[in-house]
């Protein structure tokens, strides 16, 4: 995906999750949401094509195969999936409330391995794996770390889903993504159009108005 398109792009275009999210939990689960949740689904759409429509050439010279089509529709089939997992969490929640977070993670991470067990050993990449990791027996540290902090991180996500709901979570996720653009523009000098920051404005203009929606309706859930 980071071979056709910037990791700004990216990075905006995955974080319309909320879009595939609310549309999923229409058609699937029959939930409603407020027009003002759909004028914020719209207002980041459309915050996303304005960013996608021109970008700097000093960015795009660096891409390895610039492909602006392909890139968008990997987005495109990686928010489907996304919203789709989301929308089933919630569904999942709300019809068995004693599930745990610690059941829900434990669950998708156990099917997770079994795809990509079996996919590194129909596509071989496991044994490039174990062939690494004997000519670099140090990188097992770092691969430790990684699954370990990824694991902890997991216990945040999936208690803001069992807690919060699969939107809210979207919005914590998006909100640390703005600041990975930022970072992305300061730290490896990647500047963007005046046409990419107002898509960049949109896009958290509908995701603020959404987290403050929902903020709303929690503490009157509590107040009740």
């Not at 669950?107 to 004997?134: I, P």
């Not at 770390?145 to 216990?155: K, M, S, W």
């Amino acid at each position: 995906m980071l071979l056709n398109i910037t990791y700004s792009a990216q990075v905006l275009a995955k974080s319309c999750k909320m879009v595939p999210v609310m549309l999923m939990g229409v058609v699937l689960h029959g939930k409603r949401y407020s027009m003002l949740e759909y004028v914020c689904m719209t207002l980041i759409g459309l915050g996303v094509a304005a960013f996608a429509q021109k970008g700097s050439s000093k960015v795009t010279g660096k891409l390895a195969s610039p492909n602006p089509v392909l890139g968008y529709s990997l987005c495109l089939v990686n928010l489907a999936f996304d919203g789709y997992t989301n929308a089933a969490q919630d569904h999942i929640n709300e019809r068995h409330r004693k599930n745990s977070p610690i059941h829900m993670m434990c669950w998708m991470n156990f099917w997770t391995a079994l795809y990509y067990g079996l996919y590194m050993l129909v596509s071989g990449s496991g044994a490039e794996l174990v062939s690494f990791c004997a000519r670099h027996p140090d990188a097992l540290v770092d691969i430790v770390l990684f699954c370990l902090c990824g694991a902890v991180g997991q216990l945040f996500i999936f208690f803001t889903i069992k807690t919060f709901g699969a939107l809210v979570n979207t919005l914590v996720c998006t909100t640390r993504k703005f600041f990975n653009i930022l970072l992305s523009v300061i730290w490896n000098g990647n500047p963007l159009l005046p046409n990419q920051w107002a898509g960049v404005g949109m896009v958290f203009t509908g995701l603020l108005v959404q987290g403050l929606m929902k903020s709303k309706k929690h503490s009157k859930k509590k107040a009740e």
